[in-house]
């Protein structure tokens, strides 16, 4: 075939060369006609603009990675209102929300469960009580899992069964772990609600979107159910008003869902869940900030101190709190830390509107709550100074001093009050109280009632008296 010449020597072959395609006229004109798109569908076209809206983003941050070095990013700024990326971002949450939702267990899963916890129990003969170990903890999720199905899963871990308190024979009452199912599922209900309700999706609720979750929890609170309607906006403003008090120490205007579903606050609110009324003393229901009862005793307090009916309290007009027994310095310096000034800027503008009322109020009955302390330690520190001296002490018992006089009381000496106060606190530095030191002795409330209230003054005067009169009733 490919033999050499007769003499041997051999020829290597001569390669055919081949034009680059770039120099074939139809190579060129292909390229130019698929680069231009007119010979694409609408889906490559697509692909084509996507890949180039993506080559543009990527080399724009790749330059503002150059330009600002190694510093990232922290603040990113929210989609505008009606935007497509705020829609996607609606749904996302809708569609994640409702999966949570799903996943949860209902009224009728939780009563199956209490039905299988009672029965594959085991009833303790010392204490009666229905115990089970992990061997029947193990077989009833087994039971719960059929009869309702694998969402009920989570709640029977290893983990969750060291959680409780065991006996000398490794066992737990189901009762506790009962109510903590409850309580795991009445919470991430309340987040799901809350967060439905949070616009921004940033983890915390405004004043509004507060109200609007209160609002949609009294239908199904007993004890609200019978709220007439014209006082449900009022009470919903109320009832949102405890929940930043303690939860928006700062005053920035919203509250952290994580920190409202931790506070006791929402405890408080989920006490009124209970059917009968007759179960609730009058006591607690005043006692309760967010019961009916409450919520109308302090509009009825309201009202009453606003003689001018203004909607606001001058200092003559707050002075009739609590009977008059508050000391003016007191009043004086509430209205100089929490209440704004009008709008003139004059300082005879300057009243206490409701919110503020709001605060005044939760802070005189939680004086033992460091949100209360706080609130009212601004008012004792008469310069700003963070601390008090020997001297504050003396100007603001002063007039606790005169209210005790012109009440009938016997006389006594300021100096020995003073030194009274400086022996229940234990200052870390003797000359000083700070409020760490009014937080740390327990006896905070206490020390501010004596300071600013002459009621609050006779109370711990008299305390042995009150103490025994509170023990009387129980030995009968």
């Known amino acids: ?98 999966k949570q939702s799903d996943l949860l267990l209902n009224a009728d ?23 089970m170990n992990y061997e029947d903890f193990c077989h009833i999720a087994s039971v719960c899992t059929e009869q309702i199905g694998p969402k009920c899963r989570r709640f029977f871990s290893p983990s969750n069964f060291m959680k409780f308190e065991k006996d000398e024979s490794g066992r737990i009452a189901i009762l506790p772990f009962y109510l903590y199912v409850m309580r795991t599922v009445s919470l991430t209900q309340a987040r799901i609600d809350m967060s439905e309700l949070d616009e921004d999706s940033d983890g915390f609720l405004q004043p509004h979107e507060m109200e609007a979750y209160i609002r949609g929890l009294i239908p199904n609170l007993a004890q609200l159910r019978d709220m007439p309607s014209a006082f449900v906006q009022m009470y919903c403003r109320i009832a949102a008003h405890k929940f930043f008090f303690f939860c ?31 179960e609730v003393t009058d006591a607690e229901q005043a006692e309760n900030w967010f019961s009916l ?77 460091p949100e209360g302390l706080t609130y009212l330690f601004r008012c004792l520190d008469l310069n700003g100074r963070g601390y008090l001296t020997t001297a504050d ?12 006089i012109e009440g009938g009381n016997y006389e006594l000496c300021i100096e020995d009050v003073r030194d009274e106060i400086w022996d229940m606190v234990k200052p870390v530095d003797p000359l000083r109280i700070t409020l760490t030191d009014l937080l740390a002795c327990k006896q905070g409330g206490t020390v501010a009632s004596m300071l600013i209230d002459v009621r609050g003054f ?17 030995e009968e």
Not at 109 to 131: H, P, Q, S, Y
Not at 324 to 342: N, Q, S
Not at 458 to 474: I, T, Y
Request: charged fraction near 35%.
């Open 248 to 278: 928006d120490p700062h005053r920035r205007g919203k509250a952290c869902i994580k920190k409202v579903l931790l506070s006791n606050c929402l405890q408080e609110l989920m006490e009124l869940h209970q059917e009968s009324e007759e």
């Open 458 to 474: 006779w109370a711990h005067d008299n305390r042995e008296n009150l103490l025994q009169e509170e023990e009387e009733p129980e």
């Open 293 to 369: 009862t409450s919520a109308q005793r302090i509009c009825d307090m309201f009202l009453a101190l606003d003689k001018d009916m203004n909607g606001t309290l001058s200092k003559q007009e707050l002075r009739e709190y609590a009977d008059g027994t508050l000391t003016e310095i007191f009043i004086e310096r509430a209205f100089d830390e929490h209440v704004r000034r009008g709008k003139s800027g004059g300082g005879n503008t300057r009243e206490m509107d409701f919110e503020s009322f709001l605060d005044f109020v939760l802070a005189l009955e939680n004086k033992d709550t």
């Open 109 to 131: 899963d939780l009563d199956a469960m209490w039905v299988c916890l009672r029965e594959n129990c085991v009833i303790d003969d010392a204490t009666g009580a229905e115990k």
């Open 1 to 98: 075939m490919y033999s050499g010449s007769s003499d041997g020597e051999g020829h290597e072959a001569v390669p055919k060369k081949i034009p680059p395609a770039s120099s074939m006229p139809w190579v060129r004109n292909l390229r130019r006609y698929i680069g231009s798109g007119a010979g694409l569908g609408s889906e490559a076209l697509m692909e084509l603009e996507t890949k180039r809206i993506l080559l543009e983003i990527f080399k724009e941050r790749q330059q503002k990675n150059a330009e600002t070095g190694k510093i990232p990013s922290f603040y990113k700024k929210k989609p505008e209102e009606g935007s497509i990326s705020q829609r996607v971002q609606r749904l996302a949450k809708y569609r994640f929300l409702k």
């Open 393 to 404: 002490i003396h100007t603001l018992f002063r007039d606790v001093h005169q209210k005790w």
